[in-house]
Each structure stands twice: as C-alpha cells, then as structure tokens.
C-alpha cells in the first residue's frame, strides 16, 4: 500500500523554528492532497496546513505568517517549516496524504506522528 514517514520534531524554545518533513512511497499514482495535523493532549486533532497537487495551499488561523508548507512531488514529500513557534503549538503532528494507487483507488493515508514540543 501507502507509508508516509515523518522526522523533525522535537524540543524547542519559543520562538525557534522546526523543519518537518513527510516522505511517502509504496503503490502511488498520484498524490493529491498531502497536509499537516496535530493533536495537543485532550484537544481534537485539527488541520495544520495542507497543499493540493497544484501547490495551493491553506493554513489555520493560528499558524498563518509562521508556518509554511511545501512539496517535492519529485520525491513525493511534503515539508512544514515552522518558524516563532509557541509553547500552544506543542502537539503530535501528523502527516497526511489522500493518495490515488496504482489500483487507482483514492484513500487517506496518516503518518505515525511526531513530538514537537515548544517550551516557554
């Protein structure tokens, strides 16, 4: 099938910057949408960012100017470049992909999720 793998979390300072990156491989076809969620302890998981095919792209309310999402469809990864990041933006995040297979099905795809954590 599909396996998206995440790196690039970690533990940071308030107002430092993370890279993370999403690499996915296995029975793709095309990838349509891929994004970024997360997940803060006793909260909803809720969209990040996410960039369709063509590189347009949406951000939360609360991360625009200070996050940016790219792709490399070249490589079939997604990354989020998070800058003057804040002790609320602590969460798992998750990658996300909605992926078309060589069996030409479309379905979702998460990755395993990965820490970042801001200290203030």
């Known amino acids: 099938q599909v396996q998206l793998v995440e790196s690039g979390g970690g533990l940071v300072q308030a107002g430092g910057s993370l890279r993370l990156s999403c690499a996915a491989s296995?029975?793709?076809?095309?990838?349509?949408?891929m994004g970024w969620y997360r997940q803060a302890p006793g909260k909803q998981r809720e969209l990040v960012a996410r960039i369709s095919s063509g590189s347009s792209t949406n951000y939360a309310d609360s991360v625009k100017g200070r996050f940016t999402i790219s792709r490399d469809n070249a490589k079939n990864t997604v990354y989020l470049q998070m800058n003057s990041l804040k002790p609320e933006d602590t969460a798992v995040y998750y990658c996300?992909?909605?992926?078309?297979?060589?069996?030409?099905?479309?379905?979702?795809?998460w990755g395993q999720g990965t820490q970042v954590t801001v200290s203030s």
């Open positions: 296995g029975s793709i076809f095309r990838i349509n949408v």
């Open positions: 996300h992909a909605e992926v078309t297979t060589t069996r030409l099905s479309t379905q979702n795809y």
